[in-house]
């Protein structure tokens, strides 16, 4: 209990810290004026299509659970859990929190709970393999500054594709973790094999639908990209280097990891100080505000849907992932 408060403490401490160096220096009256600027015409485009991107994101969940299920399920039951995992990443640590609830929703009445859970890791995996691939790309014909936020994009990508070939190729895991086994207590060791083979299954089990669920995160990740370069856009109204998105975009996402509650504080905070010396200090405040209220929306969403699925229709959930439906 003890532990559970002093992190929840820590938690609010950084997302407080991170907004209290944000306003420090928020111009309030001229980010209002650049927001109320924007185009309006752009900026609902752009919020329609998070809103399309949320439908893709259940929709490539719904493929990686179906390699565990072994059978059909429902886009809409998929779409809800997703929503409703958005909705309570804004009071769990970090701003993958909420997959924390969606496990709830996924293990409950299965048998093989952690084999199911695991789902939640692959859909995370994928999705950041897809983007730091995208960021590594968007590098090569990257001409501008920002080499720090270069290297670090390089270095993740290395290591997505040195676990995605690790996890995928067991001759290879076997002879490298053979080097090490010896001086792995015994019942890590059982642990580390447990959740090898659960994260394997995945990658193995169902190729097909592997490879359907990875092309559909790049598709997804790229409209999620591009639907803030043109939020971007409609701030600018000018020139804009799309490709510094596709390379700062994967590091804000990753800076989001750090407990916080749900990111806030640090997700805007890294906008700015990514953002500022290429589209302006005060511009890139209206940036970060901006993709504040589509978190904000995605939540309120995942809560009206949680208000009802949560309470009135669990006994769906339950027939839906027992059975199966279309």
């Known amino acids: 209990m003890k532990k559970n408060i002093i992190f929840t403490f820590v938690r609010i401490f950084i997302s407080v810290f991170f907004i209290y160096i944000i306003l420090k220096n928020f111009n309030f009256k ?57 909705f309570f990443n804004n009071f769990l640590p970090t701003s993958a929190g909420g997959d924390i609830v969606k496990i709830f929703y996924i293990v409950k009445d299965q048998q093989k709970k952690f084999l ?14 897809s983007v730091m691939t995208m960021g590594t790309i968007s ?17 993740f990508f290395s290591l997505l594709i040195f676990s995605f070939y690790f996890f995928s190729k067991r001759k290879f895991a076997s002879f490298l973790y053979s080097r090490i086994k010896k001086i792995i207590p015994q019942f890590l060791d059982k642990k580390l094999l447990s959740l090898y083979n659960a994260i394997n299954f995945y990658f193995t089990e169902n190729k097909q639908n592997l490879k359907i ?7 997804l990740q790229i409209l999620s990209i591009f639907s803030q370069y043109i939020i971007g856009l409609s701030i600018i109204k000018d020139n804009l280097n799309i490709l510094i998105f596709f390379i700062f975009i994967p590091l804000i996402w990753t800076s989001t990891l750090i407990p916080s509650l749900g990111g806030l504080g640090i997700r805007e905070y890294t906008y700015i100080f990514l953002f ?15 993709v504040l209220i589509t978190v904000v929306l995605n939540s309120l969403i995942g ?10 229709q669990n006994q769906d959930f339950k027939r839906g992932m027992r059975v199966g439906f279309s």
């Open 303 to 312: 809560g009206f849907i949680f208000l009802i699925f949560g309470i009135r």
């Open 276 to 290: 500022s010396d290429f589209i302006g200090k005060q511009n890139a405040y209206a940036l970060s505000v901006l």
């Open 213 to 219: 669920a990875i092309l559909l995160s790049f598709f």
């Open 116 to 129: 199911s859970g695991i789902s939640i890791l692959i859909d995370r995996y994928i999705g950041a393999l």
């Open 139 to 155: 590098i090569l014909f990257y001409r501008g500054d920002g080499k720090i936020a270069c290297y670090l994009i390089l270095i």
């Open 30 to 86: 001229e980010t209002l004026n650049i927001i109320k600027s924007a185009n309006i015409f752009l900026l609902s485009f752009a919020y329609i299509l998070i809103f399309f991107i949320n439908i893709l994101l259940a929709l490539r969940f719904k493929y990686i659970l179906e390699i565990y299920f072994k059978k059909k399920l429902s886009i809409f039951l998929i779409w809800k859990i997703t929503m409703i995992g958005l």
